[in-house]
């Protein structure tokens, strides 16, 4: 018999995935070591249960007043893939239309490419200093990082995305990165760093929100470049989207002289009626709300109206390696609402910094080894206990479950030597093929009885590699007789 | 010969990534639910929209056709106080006269961040949509251009009841994808802390309709 070598990653056809070394798709931990952290970390549980519940709880009672919300999740389901499997033509189209409004349209084949072109684009105004609207494909990029090594300021308008740019931290959520902090840390990082802010602030939602206000505004006005990412964008018409709240990007889309738009080429819908099915899919599923404040919608550039200068850079960045994955290319279907995370009894334990990525949460653990080659993110696809509630909510019904389950099955493939895990199980199989090996293995087993000295479970600090499984789950301690033994007992060894 | 371009590169691998066979891609159902099935401007639908905009705490006011100007001149009152001035508020330079408040500055070719310390800005909509309690405003002379229903901080936007439509896709369809559009649901509002919403950030922090009809 000749082995068989594995194929490695067969389905990803050589496709290159996210460079290493820029970018925020990796952490530089595991999950369960970073998970294990979080966990200790009292003030970030309470702070994460009592954000996700309220969403969640928001989020049910507007979905509930659609009679027709299972016909729009299937639509935009539907739509998603059939643009998919047509995605060539329709970046095509969006750039003639784009080109044809006035717009420039830029390619990029990875973060690198793209922060080079930005980086470029600014330079070229003259400015030193741009405002952003908040965009998880330049957070993904490390667009930020990129500006800043070529001494541009950047300025998150965001509140979240300002909070955590201010506190120099890390966004934990898509749509609210700042969900790891209270009112009372906010007020905390916002006395100590905005210059001239009001020493008798409060920690009232309304006041912090006030103050944030006030720090910006000047520099809305001032601003002469702004950069956003896009929420859709419409093939036939060239019209870009973004989805928000507070009003930053509005001014960010408004009133800058040059606006830089960074997108995820998934990111594009073939027709602007497909926007019916989005824009109510979207808020409800996000927020909470049965609108956001504001859309914005523009194409290319309107004489006398906002920018005069629009460039429009589309980013590939792995999405096409994950396109070449059949099982995991609906992950590029996400519209970022965010809806998996607030459901996930793992998100909400661990919160989105343990998952080393900016996409965190059931979509991130699928969607960041598939860009970056699942080697690099091997352990996000166990990050989950497969309980289903994401593909519940998830508006355009990506089955993040059944990626998961792919994914390991693709990492486990991947693994050149078999894991101790593989032998423990290799060796199992031999054990329970075998009644009187079986019969001796349980009673060797009641040894455990000794180490766990009365508790219900086993010591979690085992040696290696028994450790790799124990750390994160735990091990009833072995019961005084085995099943077959208190039958025995019972009612005798008799037929 | 020149390396390939980005962009031959990126639908290069787009191609590589769907195959030579790729599926066509199926007909989507719009099985979902197009329209309210009631007519625009259909007082059940009015009552949806005021319902759906106050609460987002933003103020309705309602008028017959011909009370418009009053009615603006009343919200204005309401949103801005006592001691408010007339030139402190301006209108979208197609505003219907008849709707006009005498003595408003009209909106012109202005640098918009001049327009950011008026007091107050009056504008038309393109379309209301009742169920999500949204107006949209469309970049024509009547709604003006985007600054104006952004920097001043309070916003008046007049609607008339033939604008106003039951759903979303119902919505979408008399809008003009070609001009740059904002829709506005509610005044400016984040959920960033600790997801609980709180009216006025950056965009205008009272909204007060005038729904006309």
Redesign the interface.
């Known amino acids: 018999m000749t082995a068989t070598v594995p194929p490695k990653a067969p389905t990803f056809l050589g496709l290159p995935t996210a460079p290493r070394g820029v970018g925020h798709l990796r952490g530089d931990r595991s999950f369960p070591d970073a998970a294990r952290e979080a966990l200790r970390d009292g003030q970030l549980r309470a702070n994460l249960g009592h954000a996700t519940s309220t969403i969640r709880g928001k989020r049910g009672r507007v979905v509930a007043e659609l009679p027709d919300w299972a016909q729009l999740r299937e639509a935009g389901r539907a739509l998603k893939a059939a643009t998919m499997a047509r995605l060539d033509d329709h970046l095509e189209e969006l750039e003639r239309q784009v080109t044809a409004r006035g717009g420039v349209v830029h390619w990029a084949r990875d973060a690198v490419e793209a922060n080079e072109i930005v980086t470029r684009l600014v330079q070229a105004t003259g400015t030193t200093e741009v405002v952003k609207v908040k965009s998880m494909a330049t957070q993904e990029i490390g667009l930020n990082e990129a500006l800043e090594a070529a001494g541009l300021d950047v300025y998150e308008t965001d509140l979240a995305e300002l909070i955590v740019q201010l506190g120099e931290d890390k966004p934990s959520h898509i749509l609210v990165p700042a969900i790891h902090k209270n009112r009372a840390e906010i007020r905390e990082i916002f006395l100590r760093t905005i210059p001239g802010v009001d020493p008798g602030l409060t920690d009232d939602p309304r006041h912090l929100a006030m103050a944030a206000r006030q720090h910006l505004r000047e520099r809305f006005l001032r601003a002469r470049v702004a950069i956003s990412g896009a929420n859709f964008a419409v093939a036939e018409t060239g019209t870009l989207t973004v989805v928000e709240s507070e009003g930053n990007g509005r001014m960010c889309l408004t009133l800058p002289e040059t606006l830089i738009t960074v997108m995820g080429i998934e990111k594009i819908v073939p027709t602007w009626r497909d926007l019916e099915v989005f824009l109510q899919l979207l808020p409800r599923s996000s927020t909470g709300e049965r609108m956001n404040p504001y859309t914005s919608t523009w194409a290319g550039v309107t004489p006398g109206d906002g920018p005069q200068e629009f460039h429009l850079v589309l980013l590939d960045n792995g999405r096409t390696a994950v396109l070449a994955d059949e099982v995991g290319r609906e992950a590029l279907h996400c519209i970022r609402c965010s809806a998996c995370l607030n459901v996930c009894p793992v998100y909400e334990r661990a919160g989105g910094h343990a998952y080393g990525s900016v996409y965190p949460g059931p979509i991130g653990a699928v969607l960041s080894p598939m860009l970056t080659g699942v080697e690099d993110n091997a352990s996000l696809p166990y990050a989950s206990s497969l309980c289903g509630a994401c593909y519940e909510v998830c508006p355009v019904a990506i089955d993040i479950p059944s990626i998961l389950v792919h994914l390991r099955a693709e990492h486990v493939e991947a693994q050149e030597k078999p894991t101790a895990e593989a032998l423990a199980f290799r060796g199992l199989a031999k054990v329970m093929s075998n009644p009187r090996l079986w019969h001796l293995t349980q009673r060797a087993a009641k040894l455990g009885r000794l180490i766990s000295r009365g508790k219900p479970t086993l010591p979690n600090a085992m040696p290696p590699p028994i450790s790799g499984w124990t750390r994160s789950r735990d091990l009833p301690t072995p019961p005084k007789e085995t099943f077959v033994e208190s039958w025995v007992r019972e009612h005798g060894s008799g037929s | 010969m020149t390396p390939p371009?980005?962009?031959e590169?990126?639908?290069g691998?787009?191609?590589?990534?769907?195959g030579p066979d790729?599926?066509?891609?199926?007909e989507?159902?719009?099985?979902?639910?197009l329209t309210d099935g009631r007519p625009a401007g259909d007082p059940a639908l009015l009552e949806l929209l005021v319902d759906?905009v106050e609460?987002?705490r933003a103020t309705v006011l309602r008028c017959p056709p011909d009370q418009v100007d009053v009615t603006v001149l009343a919200a204005l009152e309401l949103a801005l106080g006592a001691g408010w001035a007339r030139g402190d508020v301006v209108v979208a330079p197609g505003l219907p006269a008849e709707w006009r408040p005498d003595g408003c500055d009209v909106d012109d070719?202005r640098p918009?961040?001049q327009l950011?310390d008026r007091a107050a800005s009056v504008t038309a909509v393109a379309v209301a949509?009742a169920?999500?309690?949204?107006l949209v405003l469309d970049?024509s002379p009547a709604c003006g251009?985007?600054?104006l229903s952004?920097l001043p901080d309070c916003l008046v936007c007049v609607v008339t009841a033939d604008q106003v439509v039951g759903s979303?896709?119902e919505g979408?369809?008399r809008l003009d994808?070609?001009?740059?559009?904002?829709?506005?649901?509610?005044?400016?509002?984040?959920?960033?802390?600790?997801?609980?919403?709180?009216e006025?950030?950056?965009?205008?922090r009272t909204l007060m309709v005038v729904l006309a009809g």
Do not use: N
Request: positive net charge.
């Open positions: 371009s980005a962009r590169e990126v639908l691998r787009i191609r590589t990534a769907l790729r599926a066509t891609p199926a989507v159902a719009r099985d979902y639910r759906r609460d987002y070719d918009p961040v950011a949509i169920e999500t309690g949204t970049g251009r985007r600054a952004l979303v896709p979408l369809a994808p070609l001009r740059p559009l904002t829709m506005v649901s509610g005044p400016s509002a984040t959920s960033d802390i600790e997801l609980q919403r709180v006025g950030v950056h965009g205008p």
